[in-house]
């Protein structure tokens, strides 16, 4: 997977999230997988804006070090989140509540995605010449 395709398929699932977020699916508070309304927002609004960097951001070294930016993000939220784990609400910033293991673990996932994306080698695309 390369950058252009995390930002596509990354965005499309955040905006997937924000939505559904939004539609109040995942609104039991102390459920395993909890969102608040800041937590919708902030998935729709990043969702909306990787599918844009898709395909406005033409330059491919840009796409990387954007899908790195959102490596690193996502990853400061994992940390982030189990150190607030149990504080009252909201505990993230006096926005959103990061309150349930699942977004843990969801924002460690795309953290080490997007890491991936920007950093592995790309399989070996060229064939062989004939000899």
Avoid: C
């Avoid at 699932?13 to 039991?28: E, N, T």
């Avoid at 930016?69 to 990061?98: R, W």
Wanted: glycine share 10%; no cysteine; aromatic share 12%.
């Amino acid at each position: 997977m390369n950058p252009k395709q995390f930002l596509l398929i990354g965005g499309i699932v955040l905006l997937v999230l924000g939505l559904v977020g939004f539609a109040g699916l995942f609104s039991q508070m102390n459920s395993f997988f909890y969102l608040d309304a800041g937590e919708n927002i902030a998935h729709t609004v990043l969702g909306i804006v990787a599918i844009a960097a898709a395909y406005l951001l033409k330059d491919a070294n840009l796409q990387k070090w954007l899908v790195v930016a959102v490596g690193a993000v996502a990853l400061f939220f994992t940390v982030y989140g189990f150190i607030v784990a149990g504080n009252p609400s909201p505990n993230t910033f006096g926005v959103a509540n990061l309150e349930s293991p699942a977004d843990d673990i969801l924002h460690l996932v795309v953290g080490i995605w997007a890491l991936a994306a920007a950093f592995m080698p790309r399989g070996m695309m060229a064939t062989a010449p004939n000899t």
